[in-house]
């Protein structure tokens, strides 16, 4: 079998890889065990090197955008775009250990789309975090992509005081608080009690997301969260996709 070969964000980070949503993808190759490479793309030159390569653009706000991860399979000729089509992919092409147990894609789907409104609401924080840790071009492309999208010059996206505690209370009651009591409701150390899913595999790219961009007293402070849970959980995920 010829290795697959995924495409993911490049950084200043050692190891590089910081991305919640090229992360998914790494999770899941690496929990089904199949062999894949990364290449790792700066941010300023995604839209060039996916166009180079015949990618699909993403669709947002009626625009075409050029997003990673991106996934090439050699042994099938398939170019897929978007962590979620990856990840339904794999389970499609490479059924032995499902991340989609039977009947949850549509369930898993709602949840993804639950936790993605819910970090909405600091979502300038996590970005302004995001985009320190780029190298210096990709960092002024990404911070005018995204001044545009937020309308506001970087210095006004999460600034300390009010707007950054307002950030941090999102994400810590809201986003956080609400996945603990997604795992509370359940029997087992999983969303799916005893089942390993995509849906852990969301909750822990997110907080390796978080692990990476944010500042070691930030880091901390999400780690200590509800007795370590969500540390604990990164590492059981990693654990599990064999990622350690």
């Not at 994400?171 to 409701?185: F, R, V």
């Amino acid at each position: 079998m010829l290795p697959l070969v995924l495409y993911d964000i490049l950084s200043k980070l050692p190891g590089n890889s910081f991305s919640p949503n090229p992360a998914k993808p790494r999770f899941v190759l690496s929990y089904k065990n199949l062999p894949f490479d990364t290449v790792f793309v700066e941010y300023c030159d995604i839209a060039p090197k996916m166009k180079e390569i015949g990618a699909s653009p993403n669709k947002r706000d009626g625009s075409e955008v050029y997003t990673l991860p991106v996934l090439r399979d050699p042994n099938t000729g398939a170019l897929i775009t978007d962590s979620w089509a990856i990840a339904v992919y794999l389970d499609e092409t490479y059924p032995e250990k499902p991340v989609f147990p039977k009947g949850s894609r549509g369930l898993i789907r709602s949840f993804d789309s639950a936790v993605g409104t819910m970090l909405r609401a600091s979502l300038e924080f996590s970005l302004l975090r995001s985009s320190q840790i780029l190298n210096e071009h990709s960092q002024k492309f990404f911070m005018n992509v995204w001044e545009g999208v937020f309308g506001e010059k970087v210095d006004k996206w999460s600034p300390e005081g009010p707007k950054r505690d307002a950030h941090w209370e999102a994400l810590e009651q809201k986003y956080y608080g609400s996945a603990k009591i997604w795992y509370e409701e359940t029997e087992g150390k999983w969303v799916m009690g005893d089942t390993f899913s995509y849906a852990d595999i969301i909750i822990a790219a997110n907080s390796f997301w978080f692990k990476k961009v944010c500042r070691d007293d930030e880091w901390k402070r999400i780690a200590s969260l509800h007795d370590g849970r969500w540390k604990k959980l990164l590492a059981e995920a990693e654990k599990e996709c064999n990622l350690v």
